[in-house]
C-alpha cells in the first residue's frame, strides 16, 4: 500500500510524503504506481520549472519514500506564488482522494496540520 500524507499549516497546503509500493500490480505494469509517479512528478516540475520556486525533496527509491515540500508558500509575500502552489499541493491531495474510492485497498491519503 502506499501512503500519503499532506503537510497543511492554517489551511495552506506545504508538501507531502509518499511511502510504499501500491502492491496493484506487478512491477512496472502497476498502473497505479505510475499515474502517482507521474504526477508527483508533474507538481514537482511545475513548482520549480514554471514557477521557479524552490523545493525540497528527497526521492528514496529502494524504500520507496518520497518527500516534496516547499516551505516558501508558508512565508512568501507573493500571493500568486502561494496560491499557486498551495492550489497544486490541494489539487494533488484531492485527486488522490477520489482514487481512493476505486482503490482504496491500495491507497492512503491524510493530512497532517501543523
Avoid at 527509491?61 to 516547499?70: G, K, M, S
Wanted: proline share 0%; with cysteine; charged share 25%.
Amino acid at each position: 500500500m502506499t501512503k500519503i500524507t499532506f503537510f497543511r499549516q492554517n489551511g495552506t497546503f506545504w508538501g507531502f510524503q509518499e511511502t510504499g509500493h501500491t502492491g496493484f500490480g506487478e512491477e512496472g505494469d502497476d498502473i497505479l504506481c505510475s499515474a502517482i509517479s507521474a504526477m508527483t512528478m508533474l507538481i514537482l516540475n511545475t513548482i520549480e520549472v514554471a514557477y521557479k520556486t524552490s523545493t525540497e525533496y528527497t526521492i528514496d527509491d529502494v524504500n520507496t519514500d518520497i518527500r516534496v515540500t516547499c516551505k516558501e508558500v508558508l512565508t512568501t509575500a507573493d500571493e500568486k506564488i502561494r496560491f499557486a502552489v498551495a492550489g497544486l499541493f490541494e489539487g494533488y491531495y484531492y485527486q488522490l482522494v477520489d482514487l481512493t474510492e476505486e482503490y482504496y485497498e491500495f491507497l492512503d491519503v491524510d493530512i497532517l496540520d501543523a
